[in-house]
């Protein structure tokens, strides 16, 4: 009973901040006149991070990154364990553009205040997706802000690391700039599954790894990095967990 009346100011707590965060992103908005919203992007990332902090059941601990400039882009990768994932990254100090499924972005509030962050939309069902989500990454890209992908595609149901698809590495080869990836385990216990009451004392990792050059690399070198930055993500998931990389990768 405990633990539901403790979710339950939780969940009160969440609403409230996502409410007064809306008119205040608006008015960040309305005044930033950076074409890539560099300042209404960050607030934006800063809500995840309140949200993360809202949560007492949440420890989130973090490692690497300190030598970071979010001025300097890269794209960044990170597996993909629960909605948690999002709120967990937002407690990094940068500001990067988020690429999301098209639906997201119809969401009443969130989506609203992705559009004004300047987010990237994919609709999956179009057979050219990657043409117009590649053309808004390197606007980006070229402006010296990153941007964020799971190349899984959707959150890992079992906590292995499903294959990553193709479409960060070949922006990033041809771009010429470098990968960041980032490792994350325990975000799938930090929202429930089928109920609204939180579990108690959910420890999160997340460990910012080297970055990776693709200063050189040609497309027909996009498989490679792939599996580089899917392997270099999943040893550390495995050191975490204490298994073989094999338990890890799906």
């Given at each position: ?15 409230l901040l996502i409410l007064f ?8 908005r309305l005044f930033d006149r ?217």
């Open positions: 009973m405990m633990q539901r009346i403790k979710s339950l100011l939780i969940w009160a707590g969440i609403v965060w809306l008119p205040l992103l608006a008015i960040i950076d074409p890539v919203r560099y300042r209404t992007g960050k607030w934006f990332r800063k809500l995840g991070y309140f949200i993360s902090k809202v949560n007492p059941n949440w420890n989130v601990a973090i490692e690497g990154g300190d030598d970071i400039d979010d001025r300097h882009p890269y794209v960044m990768v990170s597996n993909h364990l629960s909605n948690a994932d999002i709120p967990v990254i937002s407690n990094l100090p940068w500001e990067m553009k988020w690429v999301a499924k098209k639906e997201l972005f119809s969401l009443p509030v969130a989506g609203w205040m992705m559009k004004m962050a300047g987010d990237i939309s994919v609709d999956r069902s179009s057979s050219n997706k990657r043409i117009g989500v590649f053309k808004r990454c390197k606007y980006y890209l070229d402006r010296n802000i990153s941007v964020i992908f799971f190349p899984e595609g959707t959150r890992s149901r079992t906590g292995t690391i499903n294959r990553f698809a193709p479409g960060a590495f070949d922006l990033a080869i041809r771009e010429q700039v470098p990968i960041l990836p980032i490792a994350l385990d325990g975000t799938q216990g930090c929202l429930p599954k089928k109920s609204w009451v939180f579990k108690p004392d959910v420890y999160v990792k997340m460990k910012i790894l080297d970055p990776i050059s693709t200063e050189g690399l040609t497309k027909e070198d996009a498989n490679e990095l792939r599996d580089r930055v899917r392997y270099a993500i999943a040893d550390q998931v495995a050191e975490w967990r204490g298994v073989s990389r094999d338990h890890i990768l799906k």
